[in-house]
């Protein structure tokens, strides 16, 4: 195998370690709501995907040091592999349904259809296969706002914030399309923008349960909302809930799609100038400004 192979296969291992996790830390709400399906599923998605990991990584661990070619490609390699390991539960689920199932979660017996699902997840994408999500059992609905929210801040940047990032691996971040560090410290800004991250989710969460959504709503709806992805947990989405409820998540959305480095600066230097000084940040609200009147104009009576 050539050097440049082994080196994306040892940095590729590393990257199947975050939906390993991630399905190991999901077998507590399979628990929680004694789903044994899902739970099968999360036990193969975390043993398939931490053991490839680590077959990976301890094979290729002497390979060459990650150059911004070998970033590239793994960084593509991996929104193709960690969907394919996350459309595991939405497979488990649905073949061990009984013949009671709904359509919904028979729909995902389908392979192309679980991969779709998983895919819009990560990609944080909300693109979705179920037309009735109140039917798909709790651990499932948990599987797709969790794999969206992490899709909200990307694989890669998780990677880095479960793993002590290397000498090299500024590489990788660059290649998820992170155009800069918040400070010049790689390891500091990769917890810096998880921390920003956890907080607002965790006041979205709370917001939206003091608007009347209830917790388990909430939970789901924050975060998917901070992540800007939209996945649901109800027929109607966001249709099913109050005015107060649905401008509080417009709040929600417009803080997850504002950039980190402008909630760092907010946060710490209390610059909410920010906001529209910053042409990145003007364009979108002008967009948002003129795209509400458009939307109403073209709403069908």
Known sequence: MSPHGRTVLRDLGVVLHVPGLMAVASLAVAALFADAAAAVGFAVTGALSLGLGQVLFRSFRSAAPMRLRHAMVTAVLSWLVVPAAGAVPFLAVAWGADG???D???AFRDPLNALFESMSGFTSTGLTIADRPSRLPESLLWWRSFSQWVGGVGVILLMLAVFHPSGDAHRLYFSEAHGTTIVPDLNQSVRTIWWIYLGYTAAAVALLWFTGMEGWQALNYGMT??????????????GDFAARTRLAMMLVMLAGAVSFAAHFRIL???RVSILWKDPEHRALFVVLA?????CSLGRTP
């Open 268 to 270: 710490t230097q209390g």
């Open 225 to 238: 909302g901070i992540a800007t992805g939209g996945f649901g947990v109800t027929d109607g989405s966001l």
């Open 100 to 102: 009671t199932a709904s």
């Open 104 to 106: 919904t979660v028979l």
């Open 290 to 294: 003129g795209g509400a009147p458009s």
